[in-house]
């Protein structure tokens, strides 16, 4: 149904709605800009120096962390994009729960959100006031609180959150600080943007886009609040549309080298039919295209690379865990993450950052 316009199957009063929504072919984290052109805009900034700042953007980490006392950091991140789905409600939700991931990667509790949106003049005001009415939805489930934001006019709508979190200084996690032997979790299934490419297709059935949905409505939280309880937790990252195996490149930091387990990846079943048959995504490629020079995943059937590429709104968790906690932990996590799974694990820096078992 389209939700944005308010009407019965088949029948849409803002035409305009539902053409952003159905040709819109980046929403999500798709639209990001690619890994290497980010990349090289980013070496061109001029070096900060402040010793309170804990984690910038020169490590490609998850969020800023900037010490405020002795034992307090602050977590500061943003992240907005285009819709993916054509329910207003479902898309704030979604944002929302993709804009506050980054704290949870980070260790930390999210405090406040400050909502950020762009709008068409001409469109209903009613699908503004759902997707904002989502985002608080899952404001409130995150215990945190909305606390202001700002708004634009644009062509097409787009929404998400500036995000303040708080950690203890030795209690923040980082994305690049693996350590040898430590195995890796993934919360979430793999496969997000394919299916949602297949739906904008018009050939997704209706449990694979359930399936999507649900994973990128579900907040990192629970799965967060495990990984920080006492477990042996070296680095974690939250995957999002520079697909999986760019975010293990960033965490590898050239120090480590870390093997997947291609077999025991967890995916959205009806993804791999769907990439089999090239219903693929322009960020996908992009991610392809980055990691090309430095993985070769030749041998890999080909629905399988195109999963490792393939770019997530709202991911899962990407935790390192120690080898002799990581069954604890991932039981721990699968009560609320049913697909969760040990995908890989680190080993010493080898001849490729990255192999397949």
């Known amino acids: 149904m389209c939700r944005w316009a308010r009407l019965p199957p088949g029948v849409c009063k803002l035409e305009s709605a539902r053409s952003i929504i159905s040709n819109c072919t980046s929403g999500g984290c798709g639209a990001k800009i690619g890994p290497g052109e980010l990349s090289a805009l ?21 969020a800023a962390v900037y010490q405020v006392s002795e034992g307090e950091a602050v977590i500061s991140t943003v992240d907005f994009f285009s819709p993916m789905v054509e329910d207003p409600l479902t898309f704030g939700r979604i944002a929302a ?3 506050m991931s980054d704290v949870w990667a980070m260790g930390g509790r999210v405090l406040l959100a400050l909502n950020l949106v762009c709008f068409p003049e ?18 409130i489930e995150a215990g945190a609180v909305l606390a202001g934001g700002h708004s634009i006019y644009d062509k097409e709508p787009k929404y998400g959150l500036a995000v303040t979190g708080i950690v203890g200084t030795g ?11 430590h195995k890796l979790i993934l919360t979430k299934p793999l496969g997000v943007g394919i299916v949602m490419a297949a739906s904008r297709g018009g050939i997704a059935d209706g449990a694979a886009v359930a399936a999507a949905v649900s994973s ?26 520079f697909g999986l195996l760019t975010h293990v490149l960033e965490m590898t930091a050239e120090r480590v080298s870390v093997r997947l387990f291609p077999d025991s990846l967890p995916v959205i079943p009806q993804a ?6 090239y219903l693929l995504t322009a960020a996908g490629q992009r991610n392809r295209n980055y990691v090309s020079e430095r993985v070769d995943v ?3 059937p080909f629905a399988t690379q195109e999963l490792l590429f393939d770019p997530q709104t709202s991911g899962g968790l990407l935790i390192a865990v120690a080898p002799d906690e990581a069954e604890s932990l991932l039981s721990a996590i699968r009560d609320g993450d049913p697909c969760a799974s040990i995908i890989g694990e ?11 078992l």
């Open 216 to 241: 990128m409505e579900r907040l990192n939280r629970a799965a967060a609040e495990k990984m920080t309880s006492g477990y042996c937790v070296s680095a974690c990252t939250d995957v999002t549309g």
């Open 346 to 356: 680190v080993t010493r820096r080898g001849e490729t950052p990255v192999d397949f």
């Open 171 to 181: 209690a923040f996690i980082r994305n690049d600080t693996l350590a040898e032997g």
């Open 122 to 139: 001409a469109m209903d005001r009613s699908i503004l006031g759902e997707m904002l009415a989502g985002g608080a939805e899952k404001i």
């Open 42 to 62: 980013l070496r061109g900034l001029p070096a900060f120096s402040d010793a309170r700042l804990l984690v910038g953007f020169d490590s490609s980490d998850d």
């Open 272 to 277: 791999v039919r769907y990439a089999d048959e």
């Open 97 to 99: 729960a993709n804009a």
């Open 298 to 300: 030749g041998r890999l």
